[in-house]
């Protein structure tokens, strides 16, 4: 299984590096041109598309190397990539122990000379500094980071022909498939039992208290070790939080860095001079980047826990949506189908009438042991009435009804001030009796994903801390001395080259 992971990873690979010179080719959906307007004002359009257009265009105007990171998640471990911070191309692939002399692979030829007449540091972080420079010296710009494919490979090979299914999920919920998807990657590399040292599991890791709170308000059970039971409330809760924000880029790093970090940035986004959430978030989070790499700690209470993994994590997303189009293209498909169960069935049983052998069987449920047990949910590659109900609302079409509160919801104004203040509460809990209503399967999840989201808001302390961060003079005055150390920093730079 092993080496069958490893070829189909080499494989995949191969794909993008033959596209690498001319990444925008094969995009799917792509962006619009930079510059173009996403739509038009006043007009009827699809939100979620929308957000989407507008995410791609300031992915391209603040992060243009963002196709980078597409790379570092299907090239095999223990390299190090370099790539264009101008416009993502790879531009060469490095051993992290070895000869980078000798054992180079020069993705751009014409860069294979850059070592002449210099002595590489010995030490790898050193030398991945100073080989950074030299780069710059005739490209410009560039991004470096481990490769970090193995983690996918595996997956890839096992899961890779449900995603087509999955997207359909996150689609349902106003959620574009290859943003979702791409967290996904990011996460778990598809899998569904990802476990990390914080206890996160999962395909979107969720922290294991918070899929125990979910199922607190889930009428139904949640499996948390099941991708497609738990694409559903992944999906869910980032349409949730892209509504908060109008934008997914500031939601996705809410996933990763949580909203009070989140907030702080945006603040700083603000005392920066920008205004779009988008240029907001960005701004912010580059101020925070650049004063946590200054000497010492003197900012520490402009930035706190905003890390650097904090500030690449939307930009990382967003290069791993060309890994989720080129699997879709390069993978069989096959439909994913749900029925709810109504008593226990053994593993025996399901094999017995579906002649799947027992590893399909898993490969469809990963947290199947011997049984499934009553009101849970089983997925298969056909429907079986003997098994229960069929809830799988991705393959029919959505009710008039889920579809209107969907769209009214995701039009709601956004402001994470606004959405913070308990009188909003009022507002999200009308949308969840709305979503209830509906008497669909989707309907349920918004639903109880509202009810999480609100228990989340509303039981912290994140609004008085984002309040006290906002008025605080002495931040304030830090923000300011910052900016122009900053500044002072960047001119010394220049004059020294």
Known sequence: MAK???????????????????????????????????????????????????????????????????????????????????????????????DWRLQAVWVDPALADIFEGEELARKVDERREQVALLFERGTGPVVHNSTRGDAL???????????????AIYERFGVPADIGLAQVILESGLSGNRRSEANAVGFCQWLRRNWKRLNYFSPTPIEALNQTSQAPYCAAYLSVLATKYGSFIPALSEHNAGGTNVGRTLINGEHLGAHDVRARYFLGSKFA?????????????????????????????????????????????????????????????????????????????PALSQRISAQATLYLPAYYSE???????????????????????????????????PAFARVLADFRRRFTETHTEEGVVMGTVLAYAMDQAYASSRRDLLSAFRNSGHVRSLLERGMLELAAFRDARLSSQ
């Open 4 to 98: 069958r992971a490893g070829l189909a990873l080499v494989a995949l690979a191969a794909v993008i590096l033959m596209a690498a010179p001319k990444v925008g080719i094969w995009r799917m959906s792509a962006p619009p041109a930079e510059g173009a307007p996403a739509h038009a004002p006043n007009e009827q359009i699809d939100v979620a598309a929308a957000r989407r257009q507008d995410d791609f265009l300031a992915m391209r105007s603040f992060r243009p190397g963002y196709p980078f990171w597409q790379y570092v998640f299907t090239l095999p471990d223990h390299s190090i990539a370099f790539g264009s911070a101008i416009d993502g191309r790879l531009l060469a692939i490095f051993p992290t122990k070895g």
């Open 153 to 167: 490979a595996p997956n890839a090979l096992r899961y890779g022909r449900f995603l087509a299914e999955w997207g």
């Open 289 to 365: 980047r650049d004063l946590r790499a200054l000497p010492g700690k003197d900012y520490e209470d402009v930035y706190q826990s905003y890390g650097p993994r904090s500030h690449l994590y939307a930009e990382m997303v967003f290069g791993n949506t060309f890994i989720v189009r080129s699997l879709i293209a390069a993978t069989p498909q096959v439909p994913i189908y749900a029925m709810r169960t109504a008593r226990t069935i053994s593993l025996a049983e399901i094999v017995k009438l579906t002649h799947l052998s027992t590893d399909e069987v898993r490969r469809f449920n």
């Open 387 to 421: 098994f229960g109900a069929d809830v799988a609302f991705w393959r029919r079409p959505s009710s008039a009804a889920y579809a209107t509160v969907l769209d009214d919801f995701l039009r709601l104004d956004a402001g994470f001030e606004r959405w913070d203040d």
